[in-house]
């Protein structure tokens, strides 16, 4: 492990609570990939904790579907690329889900997509 991934792990390890509470968050709000207001909710929450977190967010419209969110990690061009992740953010795959997490075993695998290059 490298000093970056080693000082990426150590702040990870100390994030256990405020992430379960943002996961809790997303998979508490409603948006299915066709409830266009349901995905950019969950795209808002995320948006949030990004520019708490320091990264710039800028929100690309969708006629539609859910506006597709751009970050970039502080140093803009001049930082060297080392990561990049995709992500589908809707965390429903019926409308208006029962309580509490009913859909998450029924979600089609495909649903919440991420890859990540380091």
């Known amino acids: 492990m490298n000093e970056a991934q080693r000082q ?3 702040w990870l390890s100390g994030q256990y609570e405020a992430m379960e509470k943002l996961l809790q968050s997303l998979v508490d709000t409603d948006s299915n990939s066709y409830d266009k207001a349901g995905v950019d909710a969950v795209g808002e929450l995320l948006a949030t904790q990004l520019l708490a977190d320091g990264i710039s967010v800028e929100r690309i419209p969708v006629d539609g579907f859910g506006d597709v969110l751009l ?6 061009q001049a930082a060297p690329a080392s990561r990049c992740c995709c992500s589908a953010i809707a965390t429903r795959y019926f409308p208006k889900a029962p309580r509490p997490l009913a859909a998450i075993p029924k979600m089609p695998n495909w649903l919440m997509a991420l890859a990540w290059r380091i």
């Open 71 to 76: 970050a970039e990690l502080p140093g803009g």
């Open 8 to 10: 990426a792990s150590d």
